[in-house]
């Protein structure tokens, strides 16, 4: 049995939200999520988009759900310990 895999593109309204708060020190890298499907079962397993915040010494990489998830403002740490509200991520981002 094959799985389906169908890319999910990065949502351009929470990049444009994050472009916007970003500062001149900092990169962000975007990969793109993915939903897979186990044919002839009604699994899916939704692989998060992934966001790299890469400043002078320090990084920082989250997991973002976007439209799989009920509060689009919400992230997490790559261990799903954290759940981080957009708020709080932009005072994360200015510590970078």
């Given at each position: 049995?094959?799985?389906?895999?169908?890319?999910?593109?990065?949502?351009?309204?929470?990049?444009?939200?994050?472009?916007?708060?970003?500062?001149?020190?900092?990169?962000?890298?975007?990969?793109?999520?993915k939903?897979?499907?186990?044919?002839?079962?009604?699994?899916?397993?939704?692989?998060?988009?992934?966001?790299?915040?890469?400043?002078?010494?320090?990084?920082?990489?989250?997991?973002?759900?976007?439209?799989?998830e009920?509060?689009?403002?919400?992230?997490?740490?790559?261990?799903?310990?954290?759940?981080?509200?957009?708020?709080?991520?932009?005072?994360?981002?200015?510590?970078?």
């Open positions: 049995m094959k799985l389906k895999e169908k890319v999910i593109e990065f949502p351009s309204y929470m990049r444009e939200k994050l472009e916007y708060v970003k500062n001149t020190n900092l990169d962000i890298l975007y990969q793109s999520g939903l897979i499907t186990i044919p002839l079962t009604n699994i899916e397993l939704i692989v998060p988009h992934i966001i790299i915040f890469k400043g002078k010494v320090e990084e920082l990489k989250l997991l973002y759900y976007g439209d799989y009920e509060n689009r403002n919400r992230f997490y740490t790559t261990d799903l310990s954290e759940e981080i509200p957009f708020n709080k991520l932009k005072e994360m981002i200015k510590k970078l």
